[in-house]
């Protein structure tokens, strides 16, 4: 499964295209698998170099999809080209239209009480097929309670949005009581439920959708530092592998 990884400052990622990403989560929802997909940008790739606990749940997740265009220029950058930014907004996208055509069960968790309502009132109103068995958001204090009512609804996809690494170890944790797609969505909610804006199409075209939303929101800076500091780092890890060759 993981033999075409490609390692970005010790992250390994699936090198598919988008389309040979969706044809697998197809296959493993009519499967009924049990799937762990986690969507590094570089600010998380920094995370797990500095977390080890972290670094081994990411690695050891299903799926390690590219999300941001950071991840596809250090690829570059090491000399393993990967065919191209997959990002976790298009994938939460393409499994709950996936789970409107097949009449799948769907839970929520995470977000803001008023962003999960409103992702909620969203899948009703536009994606009538889906069984929503259930949401919470991210304010809670007991896991185990919400991993239980998980388990009771047996849901075909679960879509956490809890932020990283909170949203990863609590998937880790609680993942084999459903055989469903789980996935981190980080704020994805924010967007589905129309809280805030995704950039338009071009400024996602030229991939300056980081800068899009560092205008939005001005307090990401801190956040965003991660870019140059990732782009140093493997800068520092081409020319080593110069030296090695």
Known sequence: MHKNRIN?????????????????????????ENKFIV????????????????????????????????????????????????????????????????????????????????????????????DLVGYHDG?????????????????NIVLVALGSPKQEYFINKYRTKVNAIWIGVGGSFDVFSGTKKRAPKLVQKLSLEWFYRLIKEPTRIGRMMAIPKYLHLIKKTQKKNIIKK
């Open 8 to 32: 970005i400052l010790g992250t390994e990622f699936d090198n598919f295209t988008e389309k040979q990403f969706h044809d697998q989560l197809n296959q493993d929802l009519d499967n009924q």
């Open 39 to 130: 969507t590094p940008n570089p600010e998380i790739v920094l995370s797990a170099r500095e977390n080890t606990r972290f670094s081994n749940i990411v690695n050891n997740a299903d799926y390690v999809i590219p999300d941001g265009i950071g991840i596809i220029k250090g690829a570059n950058m090491l000399g393993t080209p990967m065919h191209e930014r997959i990002t976790g907004f298009d994938t939460l996208m393409y499994l709950i239209k996936t789970a409107n055509q097949k009449s799948l069960k769907v839970y929520l968790l995470g977000a803001k009480p008023e962003v999960i309502q409103a992702s909620a009132n969203r899948i009703k109103k536009e994606f009538k097929n889906i």
């Open 139 to 155: 304010y809670f204090k007991d896991e185990e309670k919400i991993a239980k009512e998980i388990e009771e609804k047996q849901p």
